[in-house]
Protein backbone atom coordinates (compact mmCIF):
# COMPACT_ATOMS: atom_id res chain seq x y z
CA UNK A 1 0.00 0.00 0.00
CA UNK A 2 1.37 3.38 -0.58
CA UNK A 3 2.54 5.16 2.62
CA UNK A 4 2.20 9.05 2.15
CA UNK A 5 4.73 11.09 3.60
CA UNK A 6 7.48 8.71 3.64
CA UNK A 7 10.63 8.63 1.73
CA UNK A 8 10.63 7.00 -2.12
CA UNK A 9 12.36 4.07 -2.96
CA UNK A 10 15.43 4.80 -4.90
CA UNK A 11 16.88 2.05 -7.45
CA UNK A 12 18.96 2.39 -10.11
CA UNK A 13 20.86 -0.37 -12.29
CA UNK A 14 23.88 0.93 -12.78
CA UNK A 15 25.42 2.66 -9.32
CA UNK A 16 23.95 4.27 -6.27
CA UNK A 17 25.67 6.43 -3.68
CA UNK A 18 23.95 7.11 -0.01
CA UNK A 19 25.17 9.33 1.87
CA UNK A 20 24.45 11.75 5.29
CA UNK A 21 24.01 14.87 2.77
CA UNK A 22 22.99 15.46 -0.23
CA UNK A 23 25.52 17.16 -2.00
CA UNK A 24 28.44 14.68 -0.79
CA UNK A 25 25.60 11.89 -2.34
CA UNK A 26 25.78 13.90 -5.77
CA UNK A 27 29.65 14.25 -5.88
CA UNK A 28 29.91 10.28 -5.46
CA UNK A 29 27.18 9.81 -8.28
CA UNK A 30 28.77 12.44 -10.39
CA UNK A 31 32.06 10.55 -10.46
CA UNK A 32 30.60 7.23 -10.85
CA UNK A 33 28.34 8.29 -14.37
CA UNK A 34 31.78 9.36 -15.39
CA UNK A 35 33.17 5.72 -15.35
CA UNK A 36 34.72 5.87 -11.86
CA UNK A 37 34.50 2.92 -9.68
CA UNK A 38 32.56 2.64 -6.36
CA UNK A 39 36.09 3.05 -4.56
CA UNK A 40 36.67 6.10 -6.38
CA UNK A 41 33.53 7.49 -5.53
CA UNK A 42 34.46 7.10 -2.27
CA UNK A 43 37.20 9.32 -2.28
CA UNK A 44 34.66 11.51 -4.02
CA UNK A 45 32.07 11.43 -1.09
CA UNK A 46 34.45 11.91 1.51
CA UNK A 47 36.18 14.71 0.28
CA UNK A 48 32.77 16.50 -0.41
CA UNK A 49 31.76 15.71 2.95
CA UNK A 50 34.30 17.38 4.44
CA UNK A 51 32.53 20.53 3.18
CA UNK A 52 29.28 20.25 3.79
CA UNK A 53 29.62 18.04 6.76
CA UNK A 54 33.41 19.45 8.80
CA UNK A 55 31.83 18.88 11.74
CA UNK A 56 31.65 15.53 10.95
CA UNK A 57 34.12 14.12 9.05
CA UNK A 58 37.10 15.07 7.02
CA UNK A 59 40.84 14.80 5.83
CA UNK A 60 42.06 14.96 9.39
CA UNK A 61 39.73 12.32 10.98
CA UNK A 62 39.93 8.59 11.05
CA UNK A 63 37.79 5.25 9.91
CA UNK A 64 37.53 2.32 8.72
CA UNK A 65 35.77 0.63 5.45
CA UNK A 66 34.42 -2.78 4.18
CA UNK A 67 34.22 -3.36 0.69
CA UNK A 68 32.89 -6.37 -2.03
CA UNK A 69 35.80 -5.73 -4.48
CA UNK A 70 33.84 -7.68 -7.93
CA UNK A 71 36.84 -8.51 -9.80
CA UNK A 72 38.58 -10.48 -6.83
CA UNK A 73 35.60 -12.09 -5.90
CA UNK A 74 36.27 -11.26 -2.18
CA UNK A 75 35.57 -8.60 0.52
CA UNK A 76 37.95 -6.32 1.97
CA UNK A 77 38.31 -4.32 5.06
CA UNK A 78 40.62 -1.24 5.33
CA UNK A 79 41.77 0.09 8.43
CA UNK A 80 43.02 3.71 8.42
CA UNK A 81 42.76 4.06 12.04
CA UNK A 82 46.21 5.10 12.79
CA UNK A 83 47.89 3.73 16.52
CA UNK A 84 48.26 5.73 19.44
CA UNK A 85 50.92 8.55 19.29
CA UNK A 86 53.78 7.31 20.83
CA UNK A 87 53.65 10.48 23.07
CA UNK A 88 50.72 10.13 24.14
CA UNK A 89 50.50 10.85 28.47
CA UNK A 90 48.27 7.78 29.15
CA UNK A 91 49.42 7.86 32.61
CA UNK A 92 49.00 11.54 33.78
CA UNK A 93 44.99 10.67 32.78
CA UNK A 94 42.39 9.05 34.64
CA UNK A 95 39.22 9.82 32.65
CA UNK A 96 38.53 10.49 29.09
CA UNK A 97 36.85 13.88 30.19
CA UNK A 98 40.17 15.31 30.49
CA UNK A 99 40.70 14.65 26.69
CA UNK A 100 37.27 16.33 24.76
CA UNK A 101 39.17 19.43 23.07
CA UNK A 102 42.36 20.44 22.67
CA UNK A 103 45.45 19.47 21.30
CA UNK A 104 46.29 16.35 23.43
CA UNK A 105 43.30 14.43 22.10
CA UNK A 106 44.54 14.60 18.26
CA UNK A 107 45.05 11.40 16.98
CA UNK A 108 47.00 11.39 13.46
CA UNK A 109 44.73 11.71 10.63
CA UNK A 110 43.91 8.36 8.79
CA UNK A 111 41.03 9.15 6.68
CA UNK A 112 43.06 11.41 3.57
CA UNK A 113 45.80 7.89 3.82
CA UNK A 114 42.27 5.70 3.58
CA UNK A 115 40.59 7.73 0.70
CA UNK A 116 43.84 7.73 -1.77
CA UNK A 117 44.40 3.33 -0.55
CA UNK A 118 41.33 2.68 -1.96
CA UNK A 119 41.82 4.61 -5.11
CA UNK A 120 45.20 3.23 -5.55
CA UNK A 121 43.90 -0.24 -5.09
CA UNK A 122 40.56 -0.26 -6.90
CA UNK A 123 40.12 2.91 -8.85
CA UNK A 124 40.85 4.37 -12.05
CA UNK A 125 40.73 8.16 -11.46
CA UNK A 126 43.36 10.77 -9.95
CA UNK A 127 42.66 12.63 -7.33
CA UNK A 128 42.18 16.47 -9.33
CA UNK A 129 38.96 14.92 -10.92
CA UNK A 130 37.95 13.06 -7.50
CA UNK A 131 38.31 16.50 -5.39
CA UNK A 132 36.87 18.85 -7.91
CA UNK A 133 33.51 18.46 -6.56
CA UNK A 134 34.87 19.11 -3.11
CA UNK A 135 36.93 21.74 -4.07
CA UNK A 136 34.11 23.84 -5.95
CA UNK A 137 31.53 23.47 -2.92
CA UNK A 138 34.48 24.72 -0.36
CA UNK A 139 35.32 27.65 -2.89
CA UNK A 140 31.90 28.87 -4.04
CA UNK A 141 30.45 27.81 -0.74
CA UNK A 142 27.21 25.53 -0.17
CA UNK A 143 24.03 26.59 0.99
CA UNK A 144 23.38 25.59 4.98
CA UNK A 145 20.55 22.95 5.43
CA UNK A 146 19.08 21.96 8.51
CA UNK A 147 21.64 19.50 10.51
CA UNK A 148 24.55 22.33 9.32
CA UNK A 149 22.59 25.02 11.05
CA UNK A 150 21.86 22.59 14.45
CA UNK A 151 25.31 21.46 14.47
CA UNK A 152 26.95 24.97 14.23
CA UNK A 153 25.12 27.09 16.23
CA UNK A 154 24.65 24.51 19.07
CA UNK A 155 28.54 23.92 19.16
CA UNK A 156 29.18 27.68 18.95
CA UNK A 157 28.75 28.78 22.71
CA UNK A 158 31.30 25.77 23.91
CA UNK A 159 34.07 27.35 21.28
CA UNK A 160 33.56 30.62 22.36
CA UNK A 161 34.75 29.84 26.18
CA UNK A 162 38.34 27.97 24.47
CA UNK A 163 40.07 31.47 23.73
CA UNK A 164 42.98 29.61 21.87
CA UNK A 165 41.00 27.55 19.46
CA UNK A 166 38.12 30.11 18.92
CA UNK A 167 39.79 32.58 16.58
CA UNK A 168 40.42 30.28 13.98
CA UNK A 169 37.88 28.05 14.19
CA UNK A 170 35.03 31.39 13.91
CA UNK A 171 37.24 32.61 11.32
CA UNK A 172 36.77 29.46 8.88
CA UNK A 173 32.95 28.47 10.10
CA UNK A 174 31.57 31.70 11.24
CA UNK A 175 32.79 34.70 9.10
CA UNK A 176 32.79 32.06 6.41
CA UNK A 177 28.80 32.39 6.09
CA UNK A 178 29.21 36.32 5.92
CA UNK A 179 27.57 37.17 9.04
CA UNK A 180 28.47 35.19 11.47
CA UNK A 181 25.20 33.42 12.21
CA UNK A 182 24.04 30.03 11.26
CA UNK A 183 20.94 29.70 9.48
CA UNK A 184 18.96 28.08 6.91
CA UNK A 185 20.10 29.13 3.28
CA UNK A 186 23.30 31.00 4.34
CA UNK A 187 26.32 29.90 2.50
CA UNK A 188 29.52 28.77 3.76
CA UNK A 189 32.33 29.40 1.74
CA UNK A 190 35.73 27.76 2.47
CA UNK A 191 38.27 29.10 0.47
CA UNK A 192 41.16 27.80 3.05
CA UNK A 193 39.96 24.15 2.45
CA UNK A 194 39.65 24.49 -1.40
CA UNK A 195 42.89 25.68 -1.89
CA UNK A 196 44.22 22.39 0.34
CA UNK A 197 42.35 20.19 -1.10
CA UNK A 198 43.99 21.59 -4.37
CA UNK A 199 47.59 21.07 -3.55
CA UNK A 200 46.69 17.44 -2.28
CA UNK A 201 45.08 16.53 -5.42
CA UNK A 202 48.27 17.91 -7.14
CA UNK A 203 51.40 16.40 -4.52
CA UNK A 204 48.74 13.34 -3.53
CA UNK A 205 48.85 12.43 0.08
CA UNK A 206 53.29 13.00 0.63
CA UNK A 207 52.00 16.44 1.41
CA UNK A 208 49.96 15.36 4.36
CA UNK A 209 52.46 12.59 5.43
CA UNK A 210 55.69 14.02 5.71
CA UNK A 211 55.50 16.99 3.48
CA UNK A 212 54.24 20.72 4.10
CA UNK A 213 50.91 19.99 5.18
CA UNK A 214 51.65 18.00 8.02
CA UNK A 215 54.39 19.92 9.26
CA UNK A 216 51.69 22.94 9.38
CA UNK A 217 49.59 20.51 11.55
CA UNK A 218 52.43 19.27 13.81
CA UNK A 219 53.33 23.13 14.46
CA UNK A 220 50.25 24.00 15.03
CA UNK A 221 49.54 21.23 17.89
CA UNK A 222 52.96 21.85 19.17
CA UNK A 223 51.93 25.62 20.10
CA UNK A 224 48.70 24.14 21.68
CA UNK A 225 50.75 21.55 24.23
CA UNK A 226 49.91 18.59 21.70
CA UNK A 227 51.99 15.39 21.14
CA UNK A 228 51.52 14.32 17.76
CA UNK A 229 55.04 13.77 16.12
CA UNK A 230 56.04 13.49 12.18
CA UNK A 231 56.73 9.88 12.70
CA UNK A 232 52.86 9.68 14.26
CA UNK A 233 51.73 11.15 10.84
CA UNK A 234 54.02 8.60 8.87
CA UNK A 235 52.43 5.65 10.87
CA UNK A 236 49.14 7.03 9.92
CA UNK A 237 48.67 3.94 6.56
CA UNK A 238 45.84 2.56 5.66
CA UNK A 239 46.17 -1.38 5.36
CA UNK A 240 43.85 -4.00 4.34
CA UNK A 241 42.44 -6.70 6.23
CA UNK A 242 40.70 -9.98 6.35
CA UNK A 243 37.45 -9.30 7.83
CA UNK A 244 35.56 -11.82 10.35
CA UNK A 245 32.35 -12.54 9.78
CA UNK A 246 28.87 -14.60 10.88
CA UNK A 247 26.16 -16.41 9.09
CA UNK A 248 22.53 -14.56 9.73
CA UNK A 249 19.62 -16.07 8.13
CA UNK A 250 21.83 -17.55 5.46
CA UNK A 251 23.49 -14.40 4.65
CA UNK A 252 27.33 -13.38 5.51
CA UNK A 253 27.52 -10.22 7.71
CA UNK A 254 31.27 -8.68 7.09
CA UNK A 255 32.37 -6.25 9.92
CA UNK A 256 36.28 -5.05 10.26
CA UNK A 257 38.40 -7.14 12.62
CA UNK A 258 39.92 -6.30 16.32
CA UNK A 259 40.78 -3.65 17.57
CA UNK A 260 37.71 -2.66 15.85
CA UNK A 261 34.96 -2.92 17.98
CA UNK A 262 32.54 -4.46 15.64
CA UNK A 263 32.53 -7.82 16.72
CA UNK A 264 29.62 -7.00 19.42
CA UNK A 265 27.33 -6.46 16.34
CA UNK A 266 28.44 -9.88 15.09
CA UNK A 267 27.79 -10.91 18.37
CA UNK A 268 24.38 -9.71 18.75
CA UNK A 269 23.44 -11.67 15.20
CA UNK A 270 25.07 -14.88 16.44
CA UNK A 271 22.46 -14.65 19.46
CA UNK A 272 19.23 -13.34 17.94
CA UNK A 273 19.74 -16.13 15.07
CA UNK A 274 18.62 -18.39 17.88
CA UNK A 275 15.08 -16.79 18.13
CA UNK A 276 12.34 -17.01 15.65
CA UNK A 277 12.33 -13.34 15.39
CA UNK A 278 9.73 -13.20 12.58
CA UNK A 279 7.32 -14.85 14.40
CA UNK A 280 6.98 -12.30 16.99
CA UNK A 281 5.19 -9.13 15.81
CA UNK A 282 7.16 -6.36 14.91
CA UNK A 283 8.03 -3.52 16.80
CA UNK A 284 6.10 -5.59 19.85
CA UNK A 285 7.25 -6.28 23.12
CA UNK A 286 8.76 -9.79 22.25
CA UNK A 287 10.48 -8.66 19.31
CA UNK A 288 12.01 -5.53 21.84
CA UNK A 289 12.85 -7.27 24.83
CA UNK A 290 14.70 -9.88 22.77
CA UNK A 291 16.78 -7.38 20.53
CA UNK A 292 17.71 -4.94 24.02
CA UNK A 293 18.55 -7.88 25.81
CA UNK A 294 20.90 -9.39 22.98
CA UNK A 295 22.93 -6.20 22.65
CA UNK A 296 23.03 -5.69 26.10
CA UNK A 297 24.51 -9.20 26.72
CA UNK A 298 26.81 -8.62 23.59
CA UNK A 299 28.22 -5.46 24.85
CA UNK A 300 28.83 -6.54 28.33
CA UNK A 301 30.77 -9.50 26.41
CA UNK A 302 32.91 -7.22 24.22
CA UNK A 303 33.72 -4.78 27.36
CA UNK A 304 35.42 -8.22 28.90
CA UNK A 305 37.10 -9.23 26.49
CA UNK A 306 39.15 -5.58 25.52
CA UNK A 307 40.77 -6.98 22.34
CA UNK A 308 40.35 -10.35 21.47
CA UNK A 309 42.81 -12.17 19.31
CA UNK A 310 41.85 -14.26 16.13
CA UNK A 311 41.23 -17.40 18.33
CA UNK A 312 39.44 -15.90 21.16
CA UNK A 313 37.04 -13.79 19.15
CA UNK A 314 36.32 -17.50 17.39
CA UNK A 315 35.58 -18.98 20.75
CA UNK A 316 33.34 -16.09 21.33
CA UNK A 317 31.37 -16.47 18.50
CA UNK A 318 30.46 -20.08 18.98
CA UNK A 319 28.15 -21.97 19.25
CA UNK A 320 28.66 -23.48 22.56
CA UNK A 321 29.45 -19.67 23.83
CA UNK A 322 26.48 -18.24 22.22
CA UNK A 323 24.11 -20.73 23.24
CA UNK A 324 24.80 -19.62 26.44
CA UNK A 325 24.46 -16.15 25.65
CA UNK A 326 20.84 -16.74 24.29
CA UNK A 327 19.82 -18.55 27.68
CA UNK A 328 20.13 -15.60 29.69
CA UNK A 329 18.26 -13.52 27.00
CA UNK A 330 15.47 -16.55 27.24
CA UNK A 331 15.62 -16.43 31.60
CA UNK A 332 13.69 -13.10 31.66
CA UNK A 333 15.70 -11.74 34.44
CA UNK A 334 16.72 -8.27 34.55
CA UNK A 335 19.93 -7.34 32.42
CA UNK A 336 22.24 -4.50 34.02
CA UNK A 337 25.30 -3.58 32.71
CA UNK A 338 27.94 -1.14 30.70
CA UNK A 339 27.35 -0.97 27.08
CA UNK A 340 30.43 1.98 26.48
CA UNK A 341 33.75 1.50 28.55
CA UNK A 342 34.73 -0.63 30.86
CA UNK A 343 33.36 2.18 33.39
CA UNK A 344 30.76 4.59 32.51
CA UNK A 345 31.76 7.93 31.42
CA UNK A 346 30.45 11.01 32.92
CA UNK A 347 28.71 12.23 30.33
CA UNK A 348 26.51 11.51 27.27
CA UNK A 349 28.38 12.80 24.53
CA UNK A 350 27.94 11.20 21.13
CA UNK A 351 30.48 10.85 18.16
CA UNK A 352 30.37 12.80 15.59
CA UNK A 353 30.47 10.60 12.64
CA UNK A 354 28.97 9.55 9.49
CA UNK A 355 28.75 6.46 7.28
CA UNK A 356 28.25 6.30 3.53
CA UNK A 357 27.51 3.17 1.39
CA UNK A 358 28.20 3.11 -2.66
CA UNK A 359 27.37 0.14 -5.28
CA UNK A 360 28.62 0.32 -9.06
CA UNK A 361 27.60 -1.40 -12.07
CA UNK A 362 30.88 -3.63 -12.26
CA UNK A 363 29.51 -5.21 -8.79
CA UNK A 364 31.77 -3.84 -6.21
CA UNK A 365 30.32 -2.47 -2.88
CA UNK A 366 31.41 -0.31 -0.20
CA UNK A 367 30.90 1.33 3.15
CA UNK A 368 33.10 3.64 5.24
CA UNK A 369 32.45 5.14 8.67
CA UNK A 370 35.05 7.79 9.49
CA UNK A 371 34.75 10.59 11.99
CA UNK A 372 36.25 13.72 13.84
CA UNK A 373 35.52 12.26 17.39
CA UNK A 374 33.20 14.65 18.62
CA UNK A 375 31.53 17.53 17.01
CA UNK A 376 34.33 19.69 14.91
CA UNK A 377 37.05 16.89 16.76
CA UNK A 378 39.52 18.63 19.10
CA UNK A 379 38.19 22.03 18.05
CA UNK A 380 41.44 23.09 16.86
CA UNK A 381 41.48 24.36 13.11
CA UNK A 382 45.22 24.56 11.33
CA UNK A 383 45.22 28.09 10.34
CA UNK A 384 45.26 28.96 6.35
CA UNK A 385 44.48 25.43 6.03
CA UNK A 386 40.31 25.17 6.77
CA UNK A 387 41.86 21.26 8.26
CA UNK A 388 39.44 20.61 11.55
CA UNK A 389 41.54 18.16 13.72
CA UNK A 390 40.06 15.41 15.34
CA UNK A 391 39.82 14.54 18.87
CA UNK A 392 39.87 10.76 18.24
CA UNK A 393 42.02 10.02 22.00
CA UNK A 394 38.73 11.58 23.69
CA UNK A 395 37.45 7.89 22.52
CA UNK A 396 40.24 6.04 24.48
CA UNK A 397 40.13 3.69 27.53
CA UNK A 398 42.34 5.45 29.89
CA UNK A 399 40.79 4.40 33.58
CA UNK A 400 43.86 3.44 35.40
CA UNK A 401 41.21 0.33 36.84
CA UNK A 402 40.21 -0.89 33.25
CA UNK A 403 41.78 -3.94 31.79
CA UNK A 404 41.32 -2.60 28.39
CA UNK A 405 43.43 0.74 29.30
CA UNK A 406 45.52 1.76 25.98
CA UNK A 407 49.10 1.80 25.30
CA UNK A 408 50.73 4.41 23.42
CA UNK A 409 52.02 3.49 19.99
CA UNK A 410 49.41 0.48 20.19
CA UNK A 411 46.73 -0.28 17.77
CA UNK A 412 43.46 1.65 19.37
CA UNK A 413 40.13 0.34 19.36
CA UNK A 414 37.04 1.91 17.75
CA UNK A 415 33.32 1.37 18.04
CA UNK A 416 32.57 1.41 14.23
CA UNK A 417 31.29 -0.99 11.83
CA UNK A 418 31.05 -0.58 8.26
CA UNK A 419 29.30 -4.22 6.96
CA UNK A 420 29.17 -5.62 3.92
CA UNK A 421 26.63 -8.39 3.56
CA UNK A 422 26.74 -11.59 1.06
CA UNK A 423 24.64 -14.42 -0.24
CA UNK A 424 26.27 -17.61 -2.13
CA UNK A 425 29.18 -15.12 -2.57
CA UNK A 426 27.60 -12.02 -3.82
CA UNK A 427 27.14 -9.01 -2.31
CA UNK A 428 23.50 -8.03 -1.24
CA UNK A 429 24.21 -5.32 1.00
CA UNK A 430 26.09 -2.24 2.80
CA UNK A 431 25.18 -1.05 5.68
CA UNK A 432 26.82 1.90 8.45
CA UNK A 433 25.79 4.26 10.92
CA UNK A 434 27.08 7.21 12.97
CA UNK A 435 26.39 6.79 16.76
CA UNK A 436 29.80 6.54 18.92
CA UNK A 437 28.85 3.01 20.98
CA UNK A 438 24.83 3.19 20.10
CA UNK A 439 26.51 1.99 16.43
CA UNK A 440 26.69 -1.75 17.25
CA UNK A 441 23.91 -1.55 18.64
CA UNK A 442 21.42 0.10 16.36
CA UNK A 443 22.90 -1.75 13.35
CA UNK A 444 21.64 -4.74 14.24
CA UNK A 445 18.46 -3.40 14.85
CA UNK A 446 18.02 -2.21 11.60
CA UNK A 447 19.41 -5.34 10.16
CA UNK A 448 16.33 -7.30 12.31
CA UNK A 449 13.97 -4.71 10.49
CA UNK A 450 15.37 -5.63 6.74
CA UNK A 451 15.74 -9.14 7.08
CA UNK A 452 13.53 -10.78 9.59
CA UNK A 453 10.65 -8.62 9.12
CA UNK A 454 11.26 -8.02 5.08
CA UNK A 455 11.00 -4.32 5.21
CA UNK A 456 12.49 -2.60 1.77
CA UNK A 457 15.90 -0.86 3.27
CA UNK A 458 14.24 2.53 3.28
CA UNK A 459 11.64 1.55 5.37
CA UNK A 460 13.87 -0.65 7.81
CA UNK A 461 16.37 2.18 8.31
CA UNK A 462 13.38 4.41 9.10
CA UNK A 463 11.72 2.07 11.54
CA UNK A 464 11.98 3.06 15.12
CA UNK A 465 15.06 2.23 17.67
CA UNK A 466 16.78 2.48 20.96
CA UNK A 467 19.94 3.46 22.30
CA UNK A 468 21.12 1.99 25.27
CA UNK A 469 23.19 2.98 28.00
CA UNK A 470 25.19 1.95 30.96
CA UNK A 471 22.96 0.32 33.42
CA UNK A 472 19.23 -0.61 32.54
CA UNK A 473 18.99 2.44 30.57
CA UNK A 474 17.40 2.60 27.13
CA UNK A 475 16.12 5.72 25.16
CA UNK A 476 13.37 4.00 22.39
CA UNK A 477 12.21 6.47 19.70
CA UNK A 478 8.33 7.03 20.55
CA UNK A 479 6.93 5.99 17.17
CA UNK A 480 6.61 2.56 19.52
CA UNK A 481 3.16 2.14 20.65
CA UNK A 482 3.09 3.71 25.00
CA UNK A 483 1.43 0.47 25.84
CA UNK A 484 4.92 -1.33 24.68
CA UNK A 485 6.98 1.08 26.44
CA UNK A 486 5.13 0.69 29.47
CA UNK A 487 5.29 -3.54 29.58
CA UNK A 488 9.22 -3.28 28.52
CA UNK A 489 9.79 -0.98 32.06
CA UNK A 490 8.15 -3.62 33.94
CA UNK A 491 10.35 -6.17 32.34
CA UNK A 492 13.14 -4.45 33.77
CA UNK A 493 14.77 -1.86 31.40
CA UNK A 494 14.98 1.47 32.52
CA UNK A 495 13.53 2.97 29.72
CA UNK A 496 12.72 6.54 28.40
CA UNK A 497 10.64 7.33 25.53
CA UNK A 498 12.86 9.27 23.53
CA UNK A 499 10.74 11.87 20.82
CA UNK A 500 9.81 10.17 17.39
CA UNK A 501 13.16 10.81 15.85
CA UNK A 502 16.37 11.13 17.40
CA UNK A 503 20.18 11.49 16.39
CA UNK A 504 21.08 9.10 19.15
CA UNK A 505 20.04 6.25 17.13
CA UNK A 506 22.55 7.11 14.47
CA UNK A 507 21.82 8.18 11.09
CA UNK A 508 22.52 5.23 8.87
CA UNK A 509 22.93 5.08 5.13
CA UNK A 510 23.04 1.31 2.77
CA UNK A 511 22.77 -0.03 -0.98
CA UNK A 512 21.02 -3.26 -1.26
CA UNK A 513 21.30 -5.26 -4.13
CA UNK A 514 18.77 -8.15 -5.32
CA UNK A 515 21.10 -11.09 -6.15
CA UNK A 516 18.42 -12.25 -9.08
CA UNK A 517 18.28 -8.97 -10.87
CA UNK A 518 21.11 -6.93 -9.95
CA UNK A 519 19.20 -3.64 -9.18
CA UNK A 520 19.95 -1.72 -6.30
CA UNK A 521 18.14 0.08 -4.04
CA UNK A 522 19.15 3.25 -1.69
CA UNK A 523 18.48 3.64 1.91
CA UNK A 524 18.85 7.16 3.95
CA UNK A 525 18.34 8.18 7.21
CA UNK A 526 16.34 10.92 7.69
CA UNK A 527 17.33 11.33 11.28
CA UNK A 528 20.59 13.13 9.19
CA UNK A 529 20.22 14.84 5.69
CA UNK A 530 20.79 11.31 4.17
CA UNK A 531 20.16 11.24 0.82
CA UNK A 532 20.28 8.33 -1.62
CA UNK A 533 21.41 9.63 -5.58
CA UNK A 534 21.35 6.76 -8.02
CA UNK A 535 23.20 6.73 -11.20
Not at 109 to 136: Q, T
Amino acid sequence: MLQHGKRPTVTSRHGMVAAAHPLAAAAGARILADGGTAFDAAAATAAALNVVEPYMSGLAGRGLATCYVARERRVRSLDFMAPIPRGFPVERLTDRSQLQRGAVAVGAPGNLAGWCEMVSAYGNKKLPELFAPAIKLARDGFGLIEFNVEEIAGVTPEMRGLAKLYPEWSRVYLDGIGGGRPALGAVLKQPDLAGTLEALAAEGPGLMYGGALGRKLIARLGELGGILTMDDLMEAKAVWTDPVSVTYRGRQVHVPPPPCEAFQYLLTLRILEGFDLARMPRNGVEHLDTVLRAIRIAAGVRIASGVPSPQKLAELLADGHVEGLRTRVRDGRPVDGPTEQWTPPKDGAEGHTTSFSIADSEGNMVCVTQSLGSVFGSGIVVPGTGLCLNNFLYWADVNPRSPNRVTPGQPMPICVAPSIVTQDGRPVLALGTPGSYGILQTQPQAFVQYVDYGLPLQQAIEAPRARLTDGRAVLLESRVEPEVHAELRKRGHDLASGPDWTMRVGGMQGVAADPATGLLTGGCDPRRDGYCVPV
